[in-house]
């Protein structure tokens, strides 16, 4: 049972443009969304997170927007650079239960 | 500061033997995580701890499979005998619980097991 769904599966996106990816939850009990980043031969690493209190969320060039009627939300990158490169999760979690993952966008940025 | 160590970074056996992958946690976090990733099925939890409990064993997918954490700053997984569908990246992960405040999971760089 997936409970976070994550869209699209890949993403190609020219230097300088906006990388958008999507995750859409189910269980309303979710109360921690954070994004992580993996580049190839590292494990993932925490990006930004937001809380269901807010809609959106901002560091440097990286925003989530979030939008809990619709059970969504959603990772923006704004001038996208190559070292953008890497594949993205989003996650879902109540308190410090275990979290649940998307399956992973794989974003490449092109010059 | 020294992040999630794992070992070995890669593993690579033939089926029927006995694997066991290594994890030491980021001092002061209390709970750890076991991953599996595979382009299949994604990140899958297999099991966590807490205060070097076992909390949730579901996602372990076999009995070959077993975790242990016999101390706040080892944990070991271990697959017997191990077939090549076990064949993935193996990561563990460790944050500190802090009450109602969520923190963030922080990943080792994986084991990437191959069983031939």
């Known amino acids: 049972q997936q409970q976070v769904k994550q869209s699209p599966q890949s993403l190609i996106v020219q230097k300088g443009g906006i990388s958008i990816i999507n995750c859409a939850y189910e269980n309303t009990a979710f109360d921690y969304f954070p994004w992580y980043q993996q580049f190839p031969g590292k494990g993932p690493a925490l990006l930004i997170a937001?809380?269901?209190?807010?809609s959106e969320k901002k560091e440097g060039r990286f925003t989530i927007s979030f939008n809990k009627s619709a059970k969504q939300f959603s990772l923006h990158i704004m001038d996208s650079q190559p070292g953008d490169s890497a594949t993205y999760f989003c996650?879902?979690?109540?308190?410090?239960?275990?979290?649940?993952f998307g399956t992973g966008t794989k974003l490449q940025v092109i010059p | 500061d020294a992040g999630v160590i794992q070992s070995p970074r890669h593993e690579v056996t033939e089926m029927g033997q006995e694997v066991t992958l290594r994890c030491k946690p980021i001092s002061g976090h209390n709970s750890l995580f076991w991953y599996r990733q595979t382009m299949m099925r994604g990140l899958e939890l297999l099991i966590y701890f807490n205060n070097n409990v076992p909390i949730d064993d579901s996602g372990m997918p076999e009995d070959r499979f077993s975790a242990k954490m016999p101390n706040a700053s080892f944990s070991t997984l271990k697959i017997q005998p191990s077939e090549p569908r076990d064949s993935a990246v193996y990561f563990c992960a460790s944050s500190l619980e802090f009450g109602i405040s969520n923190q963030p999971q922080h990943f080792g760089d994986g084991t990437r097991l191959s069983i031939l």
């Open positions: 937001i809380r269901p209190d807010v």
């Open positions: 996650a879902a979690s109540k308190g410090n239960q275990k979290v649940t």
